[in-house]
């Protein structure tokens, strides 16, 4: 039998209200890949000012990061192999089916476009199913 839980994705501050400036660089929180199976993910980005454009891509890590929300190329990176989750540009809900390498931990990075507006939110959730 399996059981799931859909868990919101914060920023190192704890936010789900992730802000992805123009075209900064964002790492959320990491968070634990555990004995899942099936692994999902949902994602919604908004502005007021324009039409968010954000790129968001799973990195993972045998290791917690050191700094949460930093940059760690000696720990978190995006498997080799493994494409970009999605490319956003409009404001609709995205879910995604997730297929992550064997790893304990994940953490997204979200990139924005050269055209995405100062004030976009990105909203994530994790659905992750395992054993029970």
Request: no cysteine; aromatic share 8%.
């Amino acid at each position: 039998m399996l059981m799931g839980g859909l868990n919101k994705v914060v920023t190192a501050a704890e936010s789900a209200d992730i802000l992805v400036n123009a075209d900064a660089v964002v790492y959320t929180k990491s968070f634990k890949l555990g004995n899942g199976q099936y692994f999902g993910m949902a994602a919604r980005a908004v502005s007021v000012t324009g039409v968010a454009k954000v790129k968001i891509e799973l990195e993972e890590s045998p290791l917690l990061p050191t700094t949460e929300g930093a940059a760690e190329t000696t720990r978190f990176v995006e498997p080799d192999g493994m494409s970009d989750i999605v490319d956003i540009a409009d404001e609709l809900m995205h879910i995604f089916t997730v297929s992550p390498k064997p790893m304990p931990y994940g953490r997204y990075k979200i990139t924005g476009a050269a055209d995405n507006p100062a004030d976009t939110i990105v909203n994530i959730w994790n659905f992750i199913q395992e054993p029970s």
